[in-house]
């Protein structure tokens, strides 16, 4: 598999994910013909590929550095500013380009920013990590947060392209990788089983880099996403089953004071969301126990301590997924059949997170 592969996500005007080795260098091709102006906005640990990016198009399209905060520090109004006073220091029209260059925070900055400067100018999504390739950046949604809560001002903002070059995670600490897969092993549970038959065939080829394997399940992982974002684009309905493992796995993130990486959360979510499958609904055991022992063997979380409980539930119940203060849930009636529930007693919530608990 040396070619790349792409994927067109069929949301309003449809985009193309280009998933390969080295896919940096379309990074002309894919902007629209009209672009003199990119603004490349990056983390610190990116300023080597932004320059080169700058190199490359030198004498074609003038490119503008935005280096913002690393991770969650970029997602401040404040960068934002930072980001929109480049542009109007440069005149920067719509007819211009911003480019994401980063993890998942730092393309969910960018989208911002591109969605807001003069009511939208066209955006390329580069993501660096492996959370970014499979989620943050294909789908469209942009945002930063506030002091009262994580992406609570944002827009949807679809990309012109998403560019997935696998040579970009050369370099990210293996934990990190392993920390992306936790989304990659959703997308396996919600809608795609071929992942999670991979990652339990060969879990060390599944998660190096190099691999094929590797590649098939990023790719997997996209379409999944492409797919659901294709029918709900805006978030109203199908695209709910994105959030699988995330209602718990969000106010785990919120009681370790977003220290923890967003994977391990999740994973514990994600155990927690199987053991609530299996007790309201049709979940087989042994579903339960896969999702432990995929989880396990990606040296992912599968507990949390028993008494948080009661901190958790109380986070879970602000979460601005929750409608009215009553939780809503992502559950499995199978592997592959997800479905939404709300209004689970709380002792069935307690139930579940006993087996969660350590
Ligand atoms: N990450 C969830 C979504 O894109 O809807």
Same mark, same amino acid.
């Given at each position: 598999m040396t070619e790349p592969t792409t994927i067109t996500?069929?949301?309003?005007?449809p985009y193309d994910v280009i998933v390969g080795r #080295?896919?940096? @260098?379309?990074l002309e091709s894919v902007l !629209?013909?009209?672009?003199a102006k990119v603004l490349v906005v990056h983390a610190p640990p990116l300023a080597d590929h932004a320059q080169a990016l700058r190199e490359r198009l030198a004498g074609r399209v003038e490119v503008l550095l935005a280096e913002v905060p690393d991770a969650e520090g970029a997602k401040r109004v404040e960068v934002a500013a930072f980001c929109w006073q480049i542009m109007g220091q440069t005149d920067f029209t719509r007819t211009d380009a911003v480019v994401g260059l980063g993890g998942g925070a730092t393309t969910d900055l960018a989208g911002f920013v591109a969605a807001t400067w003069l009511r939208g100018v066209p955006l390329v999504q580069v993501p660096t990590t492996v959370l970014g390739m499979v989620? @943050?950046?294909?789908? $469209?949604k942009t945002g930063i947060n506030t002091a009262e809560g994580k992406n609570l001002v944002g827009a949807f903002w679809a990309p012109a392209a998403v560019l997935v070059d696998l040579?970009?995670? *050369?370099?990210? !600490?293996q934990n990190e990788i392993l920390a992306g897969f936790a989304e990659v092993v959703k997308c396996g549970f919600i809608a795609d089983t071929a992942i999670l038959d991979l990652l339990e065939a060969d879990v060390t080829r599944a998660t190096d880099r190099t691999s094929d394997e590797f590649r098939e399940l990023v790719e997997r992982s996209i379409r999944v996403k492409a797919e659901i974002v294709a029918e709900d684009f805006t978030d109203v $309905? +199908? +695209? *709910?089953?994105?959030?699988? #493992?995330?209602?718990l796995g969000h106010a785990i993130e919120h009681a370790e004071r977003y220290r923890w990486r967003h994977g391990a959360a999740v994973a514990i979510g994600m155990v927690f969301a199987a053991e609530l499958s299996h007790l309201v609904g049709s979940l087989p055991a042994e579903q339960v126990d896969r999702t432990r022992r995929i989880l396990a063997s990606l040296t992912l979380p599968t507990g949390y301590p028993l008494g948080r409980w009661k901190t958790l539930l109380a986070t879970m119940q602000r979460d601005k997924k929750a409608r009215a203060g009553m939780l809503r849930f992502v559950l499995?009636?199978?592997?592959?059949h997800p479905r939404v529930r709300g209004g689970i007693d709380e002792s069935m919530l307690f139930a579940a997170y006993q087996e969660v608990g350590e």
């Open positions: 996500v069929e949301a309003g005007s #080295g896919v940096l @260098a379309q !629209p013909p009209t672009v989620d @943050a950046a294909i789908g $469209g040579d970009l995670l *050369e370099g990210l !600490p $309905g +199908r +695209r *709910e089953h994105l959030n699988y #493992g995330h209602t499995l009636d199978d592997v592959a």
